[in-house]
């Protein structure tokens, strides 16, 4: 089989093709495929100028939008790889992983809030020093790294190879069918991986991306569709609540899609009724992937005429492998029962810097035979009627609103916020913190300190005083007694 | 028509029992506040916010053409729903 090809050559391929074609539609401003391939170029320059002779290490601090997207492909081309900023994330947080990162360069601007870059040099997106990079310098074995919550309250890091990255971008372009005459919505947060498909998917095919910027627009998205008449749209499936309390599914708002894409959290049948019913000749993609096997490793294609056999379990089934990638359900009492275990050339390098989380997640793995580097997810599934469904998670790792969070995290963030003994759940996507205290508690000023730290999905939406948390045998904090509790509603104090 | 100070108020008695649960007030909400800045709503809820100012009111409230300054806040709402100039 042939090595799939590099993204940086999919998108001077198309630059080449399209030169006037619409490659990133913003507000004010739209970039055509021979402007945003000079601002690679120039950015790739000012980048490989920073750091001479070595694979630059490039942290992007910048918003969604061209030239953020811009400083990805440049960093490519350059030889280096990247990690992002989630500026929707309180300082602190964003700081921790600058640190970690520890970057070469950061490419910002200057409306952006700066933080302690350390050694790194700065390069301002609209940077013209260094001129233009002709040739791309060679590959690092790293494309990016995505910072995801941690379960000690420190962030993970997860290194994706470029040869995953090439990978995942080939069958999203062919899966989907990508064509110059699709127009892309960009919703999904440049520090959450579901944004890979948006960017490679579009810019590597030549179709239009439109990043939704606007807060406004953010809160309305079957608008923002109508308005700009894009084809594509992915997003998580929580997006759909939003759109279905504004009673914004219809075919009215959904004229000019062919395509609807989901990941990163269990799309529900519900979500399927209503977007058949507004639009019957559509199709739906719904897919599952961890940050660890980049974006996302299987597909279902839905529609309308056999959806309903595809949703036998609480969300809907997810599909089998793409080409290329494995998925072993390991540990269950039959094959068809476990914890999904995924091999294949998108499975991650590990965690960056951090060896003991790495061994404990990712190994070598005897399957189908073959000796293979395996990511364990953490995720249990089950299989039904040719059909693998999400059962459930077998750690405390959760999505909120279909942001991953470890409740690790949070109770971490509940002791730097003095809070002595405190446990967090999630039921019904909700976050419970209960907290050991013999009086009252002052909710409103743990709520000011966890927000320093945390970001606000993370933040518990009840707080619950107890006198003593349940612990089981193993003197260990009981989580299946706490989650009753909430359940029961029973006598508990908030 | 409504005022700014009545749609305020309106605001504050939607949100004040949510408020209330987790420790929380009304009381310094101002129309210029960000409500989902400030804490108070999260974006799933600032919608459900907006239905029900719209359903007490009897107005639609563009989302989309509120701009990002005001986003989020009373004067904002009011702007959207065309209750003030």
């Known amino acids: 089989m042939q090595p799939p090809l590099d993204p940086l050559d999919r998108l001077f391929t198309v630059a080449t093709r399209f030169p006037d074609h619409p490659a990133v539609v913003g507000e004010a401003e739209t970039w055509s495929y021979r402007d945003f391939v000079r601002m690679v170029r120039t950015l790739a320059g000012a980048i490989a100028a920073g750091v001479p002779g070595q694979h630059p290490r490039v942290h992007i601090h910048l918003p969604q939008g061209a030239h953020s997207y811009a400083a990805m492909f440049a960093t490519l081309m350059a030889g280096g790889f990247y990690s992002t900023t989630n500026l929707c994330a309180p300082a602190i947080r964003q700081q921790q992983v600058v640190d970690l990162f520890d970057p070469d360069v950061v490419v910002t601007a200057t409306d952006v809030p700066a933080l302690d870059f350390g050694r790194a040099a700065v390069v301002a997106a609209e940077s013209q020093q260094g001129g233009e990079l002709e040739a791309a310098l060679p590959a690092h074995d790293l494309a990016y790294v995505f910072f995801t919550s941690g379960s000690t309250g420190q962030p993970k890091g997860v290194m994706i190879p470029r040869s995953g990255l090439a990978h995942y971008t080939e069958w999203a372009i062919t899966s989907m069918a990508v064509t110059p005459d699709d127009r892309w919505s960009q919703h999904p947060n440049i520090a959450f991986d579901l944004s890979v498909l948006d960017i490679y998917g579009a810019l590597c095919a030549g179709a239009s991306l439109h990043p939704i910027v606007r807060r406004g627009d953010r809160l309305s998205p079957a608008e923002f569709i109508h308005r700009r008449g894009l084809t594509i749209w992915d997003s998580v499936p929580s997006v759909l609540d939003i759109m279905r309390q504004r009673k914004e599914i219809t075919a009215e708002r959904f004229a000019s899609l062919r395509l609807l894409t989901f990941c990163g959290e269990p799309l529900l049948p519900d979500h399927l009724d209503a977007i058949f019913a507004a639009r019957p000749d559509v199709v739906v993609h719904n897919t599952y992937g961890p940050t660890e096997a980049t974006v996302s490793c299987t597909l279902l294609r839905l529609e309308r005429e056999t959806y309903k056999a595809a949703c036998a379990g609480p969300s809907v089934a997810f599909g089998d492998p793409i080409p290329g990638m494995g998925l072993t359900l390991i540990g269950g009492e039959s094959a068809d029962e476990g914890e999904i275990v995924l091999t294949g050339p998108q499975v991650a390098r590990g965690y960056w810097g951090d060896r003991t989380q790495t061994a404990a997640a990712f190994r070598m793995a005897m399957i189908d035979g073959n000796l293979q580097w395996a990511y364990h997810t953490g995720d249990w599934a089950k299989r039904r009627d040719g059909h693998t469904y999400f059962a459930t998670r077998i750690d405390r790792q959760v999505k909120i609103h279909g942001n991953r969070l470890e409740l690790g995290d949070v109770d971490a963030a509940l002791r730097g916020a003095g809070v002595i003994s405190g446990a967090t759940v999630a039921v019904s996507g909700q976050l419970h913190a209960f907290i050991e205290a013999q009086e009252g508690l002052d909710v409103g000023r743990l709520r000011v300190a966890l927000a320093r730290t945390l970001p606000a999905y993370a933040i518990p939406t009840a707080f619950h005083v107890v006198a003593e948390l349940p612990r089981n045998a193993n003197d260990k904090v009981d989580s299946r007694a706490l989650t009753a509790m909430v359940e029961s509603k029973g006598g508990i104090g908030c | ?85």
């Open chain 2, 1 to 85: 028509m409504l005022t700014i100070a009545e749609l305020r108020d309106l605001v504050a008695e939607i949100l004040a029992p949510d408020l209330e649960r987790v420790g929380m007030s009304a009381k310094a909400i101002t129309a210029d506040t960000d409500l989902i800045k400030g804490g108070y709503v999260d974006s799933m809820a600032f919608i459900g916010l907006v239905t029900a100012v719209e359903e007490k009111l009897g107005c639609h409230i563009d989302l989309a053409a509120m701009e990002d300054e005001d986003f989020a806040t009373i004067s904002g709402i009011a702007r959207a729903a065309g209750l003030a100039g």
